[in-house]
């Protein structure tokens, strides 16, 4: 899997609070029509500024505070492809796998806004690539149950498909198909 | 076989395999607790997946604290899908008023020593202090651990806090387990559980606990385990449950472990974290003469009985009187925590000294119901988290303190530089 886009510089401890405020869910949990108040928080006109195909760069312990998902799903609802973070607090980093939001965890430092970069999973291979600095760096990789939940697009067509979860290497019978 | 922790114990007894730091399990779960929160999603995402029924409804448990009561029309039909879908699947629903759902895991005898819960709520982690393996996870694995009954888990290292001695006068876990949060950093234990461990821990009771493991989340925390002791045992023996009916664990002699930390409580004293971060944590003194337009008790980390018996006892020596321009709004965790205080006169007392009670659930804590602080106001709060906007006032500022530090405060209403001894919790 190869994703290119446009980096989204944020800064450290970007909790999700700052990313969806719950204040906006008391009128909808619909995340398209939140995607109009995306990290409202930190910038207001963030989610104006956003096309389709950005990448959200982080530093340190993205996501962190409240597990609620739908900071997962409004930022792919506003068109963000990835978030690439040098870490995340777990409960986000679930919710964006569970929802084919892919998430890597590399060295952001240095990004600039507005670069373009590019993101590589591959079976035993990660990497974050900042382009026009020719900077590529490892990243986590990540293990086969977070792949496969990725390939599916995310837990629903990943359950849909196998029933139930299936474990590397399958103690049970093979999961279908 | 070799050594395990906490962790790994449990995560291996519910994946039935032999469950290291770094393996990826799939992992049966005990309870699955879900709220008016994460429940409304969570029910999109069973739906989608295809579900029909509960693989175990007796399991599953949803609280409606959020949105207690719902005050518009999308967060009354969230309650009405959770209580419809409960029905329909024989899933158990605590109502509006009945309490959070994490406390009301605890105090219900629902969660135990040794077992897995799956919270739809980031702090879930406080049902740690009763020796389970409790995680916070969002709409999409709650609804998966409905459907399946499992969940797939990364086994995680852990981290192991030993406290030593015994908090003095002054002192209360709040102020132990900010610290704590200070020390490891809002990211110091990310991917990690915490194991308690150390002479310490004897000296805390269960309502103490529950502070630590609620706060470790701040810190990043998958799990914040206590090891099982006669507190353990008591406390849930008050809750309806025998002995017989849990197998708590205790890590192995020899167990690895990712780092080991030293909090000696008889050190700690009172402490406050300032706008706009739980780590951000500072002696009182450096925050004392603030003056504050809003005190609030309550939520999941200092809304339960021995809170508002604190908060009471420094609130009556500073003064007794809520001071002018000040609000104080008092939210119980739960009902059977609501109905102590009514017993014991608690709320009559403080309700004639100008407090606000509102309904029982997380109150203002997130800004989904209860009281809204006003623009640009000062709030000293019992809660965990205190992020720019949290309450929902995106120019209030939230300090985050014991119930005693902001007992004073209500009476005064400014942060106090000490507690006096006749303060002191
Ligand atoms: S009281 Fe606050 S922190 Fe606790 S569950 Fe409710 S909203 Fe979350």
Known sequence: MIIDGRARVLGDDVNTDYIISSRRKRETIDATALAAFLLEGVDPAFAASVRPGDVIVAGR????????EVAAT???????RAVVASSFARSFHRNAINNGLLVLVADTSGVREGAPVRMVVADDDARFEDVAGGVVRPAAPLPPIMRDILAAGGLVGYLKANGRFCEHPPREAPCRP | MTAKTMAEQVLSARSGTDARAGDVVVCDVDVVLGTDGSGPMAIDYFGAMGGTRLARPGTVFFSLDHYAPPTTDATRAFHARIRAFAAAHGATVFGVGEGISHQLAAERGIVRPGTLLAGADSHAVTCGALNAFAIGVGSSDLAAAMLTGQAWLRVPQTIRVRLDGALGAGASAKDAALTLVA??????????????????VAT????DRFVFSNLMVEAGAKAALFPFDACTESYLFAAGVSASAYAPVASHAGAAFAGDRVLDLSAIGPCVARPH???????????????????????????????????????????????????????????PVLEALMHDGTLTHLIAAGADVTTVGCGACCGTSGVIPSDGATVLSTANR??????GAATARIFLASPAVCGAAAA??????????????
Request: hydrophobic share 45%; net charge negative; charged share 15%.
């Open chain 1, 74 to 80: 409004v930022i792919l609802a506003a068109g963000i």
């Open chain 1, 61 to 68: 312990n993205f996501g962190c505070g409240s597990a609620m």
């Open chain 2, 412 to 425: 005064t209403g400014r942060i106090p530089s000490s507690l006096t001894d006749r303060e002191a919790p």
């Open chain 2, 277 to 335: 971060a739980p780590d951000d944590v500072v002696v009182l003194a450096d925050a004392a003469g603030t003056p504050v337009q809003m005190v609030f008790v309550g939520t999941c980390t200092g809304g339960r009985v021995a809170d508002f018996h604190a908060m009471r006892r420094a609130f009556d020596a500073a003064g007794g009187r809520v001071a002018p321009g000040v609000q104080l709004v008092l939210t119980p965790a739960s009902a």
């Open chain 2, 386 to 391: 205190n992020f720019k906007g949290r309450m």
């Open chain 2, 204 to 207: 805390l009771g269960m309502d």
């Open chain 2, 183 to 200: 020390m490891l950093g809002a990211d110091g234990a990310d991917y990690h559980a915490i194991e308690f461990a150390g002479s310490g």
